[in-house]
């Protein structure tokens, strides 16, 4: 385990309905991150929480809003979303925000999304 | 077009069978660059890191190479495992720690 836990794990929805993806760090980290992996693209860079703060937003639609409530949680909210955006969405944390790239990112084990 | 390549994008090698994975990258101005392997139904976890000054760097079977000068790296497995089948990507981060991630290659170990 890598100290990053992710719920549900599988998520089949609708379009008309509203979701919420949920992350979980037990690792002390001051960063959290989303990302979306499509089958056979490189991951994608969703949303940055920096000690709470949004640090960025890699031009997301709005069908998808995180939440930071402390730097142990972060969710996804999902709305009215599209068959496109069927993925594994990942989960990630790391210490220090501001030396990120050198700092592992520890993942969590995604939830596979499917939008029926 | 990506700023970082890798190949194959798949690769089927018999168990106790060596095998190289490539990650070319474009990335500038250069700062590290990770392999991570990535189980079926799991998430990334980080093998090894280079900087710009190192050109090898080992973590059991595994070991990484970095070329600057050319912007390839390589990841060498060794007496491959079962347990080797996996993605294995390769990730370049820029000195303004922006992250590019390549599409990764997916390897299966056979019996």
């Known amino acids: 385990e890598t100290g990053v836990t992710q719920t549900p794990r599988h998520l089949v929805m609708g379009m008309t309905n509203k979701k919420s993806l949920k992350c979980e760090q037990h690792?002390?980290?001051?960063?959290m991150y989303w990302y979306k992996q499509s089958a056979k693209k490189p991951l994608e860079l969703m949303f940055v929480?920096?000690?709470?703060?949004?640090?960025e937003n890699n031009s997301v639609p709005s069908r998808f809003s995180p939440e930071c409530p402390n730097s142990s949680h972060l969710f996804l909210h999902l709305h009215t979303l599209q068959p496109e955006d069927s993925a594994l969405y990942l989960c990630?944390?790391?210490?220090?925000?501001?030396?990120?790239?050198?700092?592992?990112?520890?993942f969590g084990p995604g939830t596979r999304l499917t939008v029926l | 077009k990506n700023q970082v390549e890798q190949s194959p994008q798949s690769l089927i090698i018999l168990e106790g069978k060596n095998c190289t994975l490539q990650?070319?990258?474009?990335?500038?101005?250069?700062?590290?660059l990770r392999w991570y392997k990535q189980d079926t139904g799991r998430g990334p976890v980080s093998l090894t890191i280079m900087t710009f000054s190192e050109n090898t760097k080992s973590n059991g079977r595994y070991t990484a190479t970095l070329d600057a000068d050319t912007k390839q790296s390589s990841l060498h497995i060794t007496a491959s495992q079962l347990s080797d089948s996996a993605s294995y990507i390769c990730?370049?981060?820029?000195?303004?720690?922006?992250?590019?991630f390549g599409a990764g290659t997916r390897l299966t170990v056979k019996p």
């Open positions: 929480y920096n000690f709470k703060e949004q640090t």
């Open positions: 990730v370049v981060s820029a000195i303004d720690n922006d992250m590019r």
């Open positions: 690792l002390g980290h001051n960063a």
């Open positions: 990650c070319n990258y474009t990335v500038s101005p250069f700062s590290n």
């Open positions: 990630a944390s790391s210490q220090d925000p501001l030396a990120s790239s050198y700092n592992e990112q520890f």
